[in-house]
């Protein structure tokens, strides 16, 4: 099936550092999305972004829709303990009613 | 509210065998999709459902089939299951309104074993 592609893979880090990954595709997305999954949970929603160029922020993390619209970064500035998971980007291509397609996800590993 | 929740959490099945899993989306809630997450392949798209009508379908062959019911509850089954089918499975529930984005909230997912 069609996903995006999503770097790094995995980051091991210190806690206190910061952290960026990023998500690149070959078709342009009208919105991108960044999940969260725990283990033995579901993906939870992080951020949403609508426009190109679009910078959000949710406390410590910051998404922005790239000016192409083909790729997504993701910051998380300052790093703790309970960011460990793995970090999903997801685009839409169309609004509202389109089908999520999914990045391969990064996993993120904080040591204290 | 109650999130979305998905019966059973862990299911162990044998090669040819059928699976049927279920999921009930937060109340209100009328879309329902499902996911299939692999360590491969990550998260892909199955299908949509929204007010008992499939509205959106991934590529994944025709051994995998759901429904919507009256109440947005959701059944996915898998026939003639194969090794390859194991994987956890997510549903995922959305308010249908006028937002950009519905945003989608899912459960914590149906680990499949097939043996």
């Known amino acids: 099936g069609q996903q995006l592609n999503q770097s790094p893979q995995s980051m091991f880090i210190q806690e206190g550092e910061d952290v960026s990954m990023n998500c690149t595709s070959s078709?342009?997305?009208?919105?991108w999305l960044w999940y969260k999954q725990d283990p033995g949970e579901g993906p939870v929603l992080l951020i949403a972004?609508?426009?190109?160029?679009e910078l959000t922020s949710n406390g410590r993390l910051t998404a922005q829709f790239g000016i192409t619209r083909k790729d997504s970064f993701l910051n998380i500035s300052a790093s703790i303990p309970s960011d460990v998971g793995i970090y999903f980007c997801?685009?839409?291509?169309?609004?509202?009613?389109?089908?999520?397609?999914f990045g391969t996800g990064t996993r993120l590993q904080v040591f204290p | 509210k109650a999130g979305v929740t998905q019966t059973p959490r862990y299911l162990i099945k044998t090669r040819g065998q059928q699976v049927t899993l279920s999921c009930s989306p937060i109340?209100?809630?009328?879309?329902v999709s499902w996911y299939q997450q692999t360590p491969g392949q990550g998260l892909q798209f199955l299908f949509e459902?929204?007010?008992?009508?499939?509205?959106n379908k991934g590529n994944f062959p025709g051994r995998f089939s759901g429904r919507q019911f009256s109440n947005s509850r959701s059944e996915m089954n898998v026939s003639t299951l194969e090794l390859g089918d194991s994987a956890l499975y997510l549903c995922?529930?959305?308010?249908?309104?006028?937002?950009?984005?519905?945003?989608?909230?899912f459960g914590p997912g149906t680990r499949l074993t097939v043996l």
């Open positions: 972004l609508y426009k190109a160029g």
């Open positions: 109340s209100g809630h009328r879309s």
């Open positions: 459902y929204f007010s008992e009508t499939q509205r």
């Open positions: 078709s342009i997305f009208n919105t």
């Open positions: 997801a685009g839409q291509l169309k609004p509202l009613t389109d089908k999520l397609i």
């Open positions: 995922a529930s959305s308010l249908e309104g006028l937002a950009l984005y519905n945003e989608q909230f």
